[in-house]
């Protein structure tokens, strides 16, 4: 059974802000919501982690409403090199059998 | 500090050989895991390890086989390789989560072709 479910793909102009959404309906109340971000042929990078209402990084934003069972991911004023696959995640980043398994994620395409 | 290193990069196999693949971590990291990537697709965890001589199975634990005897190094052994088998395998260490961490740090792949 899934945890996350994303669109599958976006398309988006240098400059436009994205926001991508993560439903998460059986999320428990100890998981975090990670985001990362995948270049082709890279591993996953880490963009960004919360557990509820709104977090701020210097490349992100990540909103998350009160019942938690989904988030977005905001992408202030994309540029073409921010075409890259993102993935959201559900977890407990303190529970030890906690498996930390990818959905299909979030293609995104930055035009000119 | 070299992070998580994977070891080797690129290697072909026949149909029916075996081989190993080494992942290394100089973070100290509790936790390791081994996903699969196939062409356009997400990752799949293979196995994990929460700790030095522990090892678990992940969503597609089939045809590999893992040993976790020092804490720095994680490996993922194919017994009889098929070309199903034919991935990129990223290796990934993290430690429990510390106020807000938990985060994934990954090797830079391992693309393996079973011919």
């Known amino acids: 059974l899934a945890k996350t479910t994303q669109p599958i793909s976006m398309d988006s102009y240098e400059g436009q802000e994205v926001n991508i959404t993560c439903s998460h309906n059986?999320?428990?109340?100890?998981?975090?919501i990670t985001w990362y971000q995948q270049f082709p042929s890279q591993g996953p990078r880490f963009i960004i982690q919360g557990y509820k209402t709104k977090v701020t990084n210097e490349v992100a934003s990540l909103f998350i409403p009160a019942d938690r069972k989904s988030s977005t991911l905001s992408l202030p004023r994309v540029s073409l090199s921010d075409t890259a696959v993102y993935y959201c995640l559900v977890g407990d980043p303190n529970n030890a059998g906690n498996m930390l398994t990818f959905g299909g994620g979030t293609r995104l395409m930055v035009k000119p | 500090n070299a992070g998580v290193t994977q070891t080797p990069k690129f290697r072909v196999l026949k149909t029916g050989q075996s081989m190993t693949l080494l992942c290394a971590q100089d973070?100290?990291?509790?936790?390791m895991y081994w996903y699969r990537q196939d062409p356009g697709m997400g990752l799949r965890l293979i196995h994990y390890s929460v700790g030095e001589g522990t090892t678990a199975k992940g969503e597609v634990p089939d045809g590999y086989n893992v040993s976790r005897l020092k804490k720095q190094n994680f490996l993922l052994g194919l017994e009889s390789a098929a070309p199903s088998q034919t991935s990129v395998y990223f290796c990934?260490?993290?430690?429990?989560?510390?106020?807000?961490?938990?985060?994934?740090?990954f090797g830079e792949g391992s693309r393996l072709t079973v011919l």
């Open positions: 990934a260490s993290r430690n429990p989560g510390l106020q807000n961490t938990g985060e994934l740090f």
């Open positions: 973070m100290n990291h509790e936790y």
């Open positions: 059986n999320i428990a109340t100890n998981d975090y």
